[in-house]
């Protein structure tokens, strides 16, 4: 398909299901065949469904590669292939952004796939179960289970089930007992990284360290762990030890539940004489939606110079402050009250209310403030003749980061490309190539201005 961004042509839904006839007088199951009759009657099976003195498995290697069997049904982005006797199932994902930054709001979740039935006899595809995480096929291919926000159900693999068709089994997970001496769970833990990092490091040699000797010293240390959090401690001594990159401990993230995280307003804020005074509002980037402070939004005009008097009605000062008042308040509305500052002229030393949702986290508004610091420095050191880009990291965020003023910045007389503070990734090989890219002409189109080729 055509990229909507930028001049280029994808595949974003690549993927279809085919079936191989191992046999080369093998019919295909979808026709066309000069036989009315079913290929298996009903009659020829056993009472257990299998079929009666089943023949050995026949290849004929000869010609298979024309033997595939395209699966009648569009293609799309299909994971998860089972079989049973007389259907294909698989998962549906909807196509969407890998950075998240496409949805209808910040705390929408991602897509999830759903789960579809092929029926080979009709030649027909039907949603067995809209969004769900993963699911797997039982053996005799008659259930399947699912796994949809931690709960566990069990359904027909036939058919789509309900909670009132009776055929819908949720499984209880509380019934579940586990005895967990955490000294042991810890110890097997330390010994899994360990042996991981053995069999599949990037050299044989371990960079030259001594891994059983590392092993050795580190292990007896997992009797003396008192918390999951020093076990994270150890891992990360025990990775350190490669002195490598890409060798990371990412513990499961605790929070209690209805906690919303910290609020934060996007601006900064200093403790005057007059109260909490707004120093600066965060300006970031209106194409960034994760880079837009509250106070930016239609309706809260807030200014550097304002000060801030309460939040929900609870009055600020030096010992209650705007961190302690937003504690929780991360994705919720809240109730600000301000005191007009010099920059709203007749209307300053006025008091207002407002509403506005504080944000999680303030790094990509950070971010997109910082950028444009750089490139406003570019462009004073220039005379206004350079363009500035940076890349934050080599995966899609910063693929998306480098579009995002790529078509302003590669039209001035140079570039410069910052890969400061770069978190790494797999895209540096198409970075690379698109910023390297050579004009081999001009289109001239006419009342326009003149356009690279290529653009």
Same mark, same amino acid.
């Given at each position: 398909?055509?990229?909507?961004?930028?001049?280029?042509?994808?595949?974003?839904?690549?993927?279809?299901?085919?079936?191989?006839?191992?046999?080369?007088?093998?019919?295909?199951?979808?026709?066309?065949?000069?036989?009315?009759?079913?290929?298996?009657?009903?009659?020829?099976?056993?009472?257990?469904?299998? %079929?009666?003195?089943?023949?050995?498995?026949?290849?004929?290697?000869?010609?298979?590669?024309?033997?595939?069997?395209?699966?009648?049904?569009?293609?799309?982005?299909?994971?998860?292939?089972?079989?049973?006797?007389?259907?294909?199932?698989?998962?549906?994902?909807?196509?969407?952004?890998?950075?998240?930054?496409?949805?209808?709001?910040?705390?929408?979740?991602?897509?999830?796939?759903?789960?579809?039935?092929?029926?080979?006899?009709?030649?027909?595809?039907?949603?067995?179960?809209?969004?769900?995480?993963?699911?797997?096929?039982?053996?005799?291919?008659?259930?399947?289970?699912?796994?949809?926000?931690?709960?566990?159900?069990?359904?027909?693999?036939?058919?789509?089930?309900?909670?009132?068709?009776?055929?819908?089994?949720?499984?209880?997970?509380?019934?579940?007992?586990?005895?967990?001496?955490?000294?042991?769970?810890?110890?097997?833990?330390?010994?899994?990284?360990?042996?991981?990092?053995?069999?599949?490091?990037?050299?044989?040699?371990?960079?030259?360290?001594?891994?059983?000797?590392?092993?050795?010293?580190?292990?007896?240390?997992?009797?003396?762990?008192?918390? +999951?959090?020093?076990?994270?401690?150890?891992?990360?001594?025990?990775?350190?030890?490669?002195?490598?990159?890409?060798?990371?401990?990412?513990?499961?993230?605790?929070?209690?539940?209805?906690?919303?995280?910290?609020?934060? %307003?996007?601006?900064?804020?200093?403790?005057?004489?007059?109260?909490?005074?707004?120093?600066?509002?965060?300006?970031?980037?209106?194409?960034?939606?994760?880079?837009?402070?509250?106070?930016?939004?239609?309706?809260?005009?807030?200014?550097?110079?304002?000060?801030?008097?309460?939040?929900?009605?609870?009055?600020?000062?030096?010992?209650?402050?705007?961190?302690?008042?937003?504690?929780?308040?991360?994705?919720?509305?809240?109730?600000?009250?301000?005191?007009?500052?010099?920059?709203?002229?007749?209307?300053?030393?006025?008091?207002?209310?407002?509403?506005?949702?504080?944000?999680?986290?303030?790094?990509?508004?950070?971010?997109?403030?910082?950028?444009?610091?750089?490139?406003?420095?570019?462009?004073?050191?220039?005379?206004?003749?350079?363009?500035?880009? +940076?890349?934050?990291?080599?995966?899609?965020?910063?693929?998306?980061?480098?579009?995002?003023?790529?078509?302003?910045?590669?039209?001035?007389?140079?570039?410069?490309?910052?890969?400061?503070?770069?978190?790494?990734?797999?895209?540096?090989?198409?970075?690379?190539? %698109?910023?390297?890219?050579?004009?081999?002409?001009?289109?001239?189109?006419?009342?326009?201005?003149?356009?690279?080729?290529?653009?």
């Amino acid at each position: 398909v055509y990229d909507g961004h930028s001049f280029d042509l994808s595949f974003p839904s690549p993927i279809k299901p085919y079936l191989v006839a191992l046999a080369a007088a093998t019919p295909s199951p979808f026709g066309p065949t000069v036989d009315l009759e079913p290929a298996v009657a009903p009659d020829e099976k056993d009472s257990t469904g299998a %079929l009666a003195g089943t023949a050995p498995v026949q290849v004929d290697p000869e010609g298979l590669a024309h033997r595939v069997i395209g699966v009648p049904g569009p293609q799309g982005n299909y994971t998860s292939l089972t079989a049973t006797d007389d259907a294909l199932l698989w998962l549906d994902w909807a196509l969407a952004g890998v950075t998240g930054d496409g949805k209808a709001s910040k705390d929408d979740k991602d897509a999830r796939p759903n789960l579809v039935r092929f029926d080979l006899a009709r030649r027909k595809s039907a949603t067995l179960v809209e969004s769900l995480d993963s699911y797997r096929l039982s053996g005799d291919g008659k259930k399947v289970v699912l796994i949809n926000d931690k709960q566990v159900s069990v359904v027909p693999s036939t058919a789509k089930a309900d909670e009132d068709s009776g055929q819908l089994v949720k499984v209880d997970l509380g019934r579940i007992r586990v005895m967990m001496n955490p000294v042991s769970v810890w110890g097997q833990a330390f010994d899994e990284a360990w042996r991981l990092q053995r069999d599949f490091f990037w050299t044989e040699d371990m960079a030259g360290q001594d891994w059983e000797s590392i092993h050795n010293r580190y292990r007896p240390l997992v009797d003396r762990l008192g918390s +999951h959090d020093d076990l994270v401690d150890l891992l990360w001594e025990l990775h350190g030890e490669l002195g490598t990159s890409h060798a990371y401990v990412k513990p499961a993230a605790v929070t209690e539940n209805g906690s919303n995280g910290q609020g934060r %307003l996007g601006a900064d804020l200093a403790l005057t004489a007059a109260g909490w005074e707004i120093s600066r509002v965060l300006a970031g980037e209106s194409s960034d939606p994760l880079a837009t402070s509250p106070l930016t939004r239609p309706g809260a005009g807030a200014l550097a110079g304002d000060v801030l008097l309460a939040i929900d009605g609870v009055p600020l000062s030096a010992t209650v402050t705007p961190a302690m008042q937003l504690v929780g308040a991360a994705g919720r509305a809240v109730e600000l009250t301000l005191r007009n500052g010099p920059g709203h002229g007749a209307k300053a030393g006025e008091q207002r209310r407002i509403a506005v949702v504080p944000v999680r986290d303030e790094e990509r508004l950070r971010y997109q403030e910082w950028v444009a610091a750089n490139r406003r420095t570019v462009r004073e050191a220039s005379g206004g003749r350079y363009g500035y880009l +940076h890349i934050p990291d080599m995966m899609a965020n910063g693929w998306a980061q480098l579009h995002r003023d790529l078509d302003t910045e590669t039209a001035l007389d140079g570039l410069i490309v910052d890969v400061r503070r770069n978190r790494g990734g797999h895209t540096s090989q198409l970075v690379a190539e %698109l910023i390297g890219r050579k004009v081999t002409g001009w289109s001239m189109p006419r009342g326009e201005r003149p356009r690279t080729y290529p653009h």
